[in-house]
């Protein structure tokens, strides 16, 4: 899910594990019709990290576009702190709001602020992470991994590099639960299956790993307090220190802030040459880094632009009673230099896929038509 330059999860959380973008990638888009909702709403936002200029783009879009279509926003940091999550929750059930929407990014926390949530009687919405009686909204962040094995499979076959040679590192986000680092555990199974390294499977790769084989290292890319941008950095340049520079290396990264983090550390260390990375949240930098970088080879889009859109819908369905799916899928997307041009134009999205299936319901709330954005959404 990134940090202080886009931690997801879902993810990336948080990031990616989600995370993760500049207000000029990220909003800005403007009602096709009347801006007034049927009803005025009042929601409560508790947002991951807002140190992060990708997280708190995000929470930024949501308050300003929630005013076109009448719903006021009151926003919070949850600063990726259990504590702090418990402490917000207890401000919005104070305050309230017909629905609480809640990127917690925290581990363990769930159960106590849906229990406040429930207690209390208010809708609400966990966002990244689950939280028992709410309906959750996130990525798929295992079809990061596969569709990112996907891609680098090829690229490692052509290269020649091989399991005598090559490392692959994680930049994870220990704590922030096995759905969040998903993405980078099945990269890691599904890579090894291609191209011969030590094998793996998803579950065998926990918080706690650190290596794994001949192949495999993980850090630490959350940070401990400074986020993902100098997190990732620190943690790949500390582990760089003990991975032979013959040695090719892969890095697979929970959001932008993370890649860029990583990035640097391997440039100081004078190993690009010898490096693919792969990022996730297709932010500015992320996709510019994306379109000229050689050795940035994928990068994980999953329209944070667009996130503010499909939470204020699925808050007016769950404030209706609406049925919601277990999940309602964030739009998203593997980027390559192949097929980025069909999204992209520049660094800012043109297209998105079109609604699944089961997030289908959120066209009954009139939300989506609003915007006019969504492929299908009439």
């Given at each position: 899910?990134?940090?202080?330059?886009?931690?997801?999860?879902?993810?990336?959380?948080?990031?990616?594990?989600?995370?993760?973008?500049?207000?000029?990638?990220?909003?800005?888009?403007?009602?096709?019709?009347?801006?007034?909702?049927?009803?005025?709403?009042?929601?409560?936002?508790?947002?991951?990290?807002?140190?992060?200029?990708?997280?708190?783009?995000?929470?930024?879009?949501?308050?300003?576009?929630?005013?076109?279509?009448?719903?006021?926003?009151?926003?919070?940091?949850?600063?990726?702190?259990?504590?702090?999550?418990?402490?917000?929750?207890?401000?919005?059930?104070?305050?309230?709001?017909?629905?609480?929407?809640?990127?917690?990014?925290?581990?363990?926390?769930?159960?106590?602020?849906?229990?406040?949530?429930?207690?209390?009687?208010?809708?609400?919405?966990?966002?990244?992470?689950?939280?028992?009686?709410?309906?959750?909204?996130?990525?798929?962040?295992?079809?990061?991994g596969?569709?990112?094995?996907?891609?680098?499979?090829?690229?490692?076959?052509?290269?020649?590099?091989?399991?005598?040679?090559?490392?692959?590192?994680?930049?994870?986000a220990?704590?922030?639960?096995a759905?969040?680092?998903?993405?980078?555990?099945?990269?890691?199974?599904?890579?090894?299956?291609?191209?011969?390294?030590?094998?793996?499977t998803?579950?065998?790769?926990?918080?706690?790993?650190?290596?794994?084989?001949?192949?495999?290292?993980?850090?630490?890319?959350q940070?401990?307090?400074?986020?993902?941008?100098?997190g990732?950095?620190?943690a790949?340049?500390?582990v760089?220190?003990?991975?032979?520079?013959?040695?090719?290396?892969?890095?697979?990264?929970?959001?932008?802030?993370?890649?860029?983090?990583?990035?640097?550390?391997?440039?100081?260390?004078?190993?690009?040459?010898n490096?693919?990375?792969l990022s996730?949240?297709a932010?500015?930098?992320?996709?510019?880094?994306?379109?000229?970088n050689?050795?940035?080879?994928?990068?994980?889009?999953?329209?944070?632009?667009?996130?503010?859109?499909?939470?204020?819908?699925?808050?007016?369905?769950?404030?209706?009673?609406?049925k919601?799916?277990?999940?309602?899928?964030?739009?998203?997307?593997?980027?390559?230099?192949?097929?980025?041009?069909?999204?992209?134009?520049?660094?800012?999205?043109k297209?998105?896929p079109?609604?699944?299936e089961?997030?289908?319901?959120?066209?009954?709330?009139?939300?989506?038509?609003k915007?006019?954005?969504i492929?299908?959404?009439?």
């Amino acid at each position: 899910m990134k940090a202080l330059r886009r931690p997801w999860q879902a993810g990336w959380v948080t990031y990616i594990t989600l995370a993760a973008i500049a207000m000029t990638a990220c909003g800005g888009n403007t009602p096709s019709s009347s801006s007034s909702s049927a009803q005025h709403y009042t929601f409560a936002y508790a947002n991951v990290f807002d140190k992060s200029p990708t997280f708190k783009s995000v929470a930024d879009n949501l308050v300003s576009q929630g005013k076109q279509v009448d719903i006021t926003v009151r926003r919070y940091d949850n600063n990726s702190d259990g504590p702090t999550v418990l402490s917000n929750a207890k401000l919005m059930v104070q305050e309230r709001p017909d629905v609480a929407i809640d990127w917690m990014g925290a581990e363990g926390v769930g159960p106590a602020v849906g229990k406040l949530f429930g207690d209390a009687k208010i809708p609400c919405i966990a966002v990244n992470q689950t939280i028992p009686g709410c309906p959750f909204f996130n990525l798929v962040n295992k079809d990061f991994g596969v569709q990112g094995a996907e891609i680098v499979a090829p690229l490692v076959q052509k290269a020649g590099w091989t399991a005598a040679d090559t490392t692959l590192i994680l930049a994870a986000a220990p704590g922030a639960g096995a759905e969040v680092n998903s993405n980078s555990r099945f990269f890691y199974e599904d890579l090894a299956n291609k191209v011969g390294l030590d094998k793996f499977t998803a579950d065998q790769i926990t918080d706690s790993t650190t290596t794994l084989g001949r192949n495999l290292v993980q850090v630490n890319g959350q940070g401990t307090g400074n986020g993902p941008l100098e997190g990732t950095y620190t943690a790949v340049k500390t582990v760089l220190q003990s991975i032979p520079a013959s040695r090719h290396l892969i890095v697979f990264t929970i959001n932008d802030d993370s890649g860029l983090g990583g990035w640097r550390a391997i440039t100081e260390s004078h190993r690009e040459n010898n490096t693919m990375i792969l990022s996730a949240g297709a932010d500015a930098d992320g996709i510019n880094q994306l379109r000229t970088n050689p050795h940035w080879v994928a990068e994980f889009s999953v329209f944070f632009e667009f996130w503010s859109e499909y939470l204020l819908a699925m808050g007016v369905a769950v404030k209706k009673g609406i049925k919601t799916p277990p999940q309602t899928y964030s739009p998203q997307v593997v980027l390559s230099k192949d097929n980025v041009d069909q999204y992209y134009n520049g660094t800012t999205p043109k297209a998105v896929p079109p609604l699944p299936e089961q997030d289908k319901y959120l066209i009954q709330t009139g939300v989506l038509q609003k915007f006019g954005n969504i492929p299908g959404v009439h």
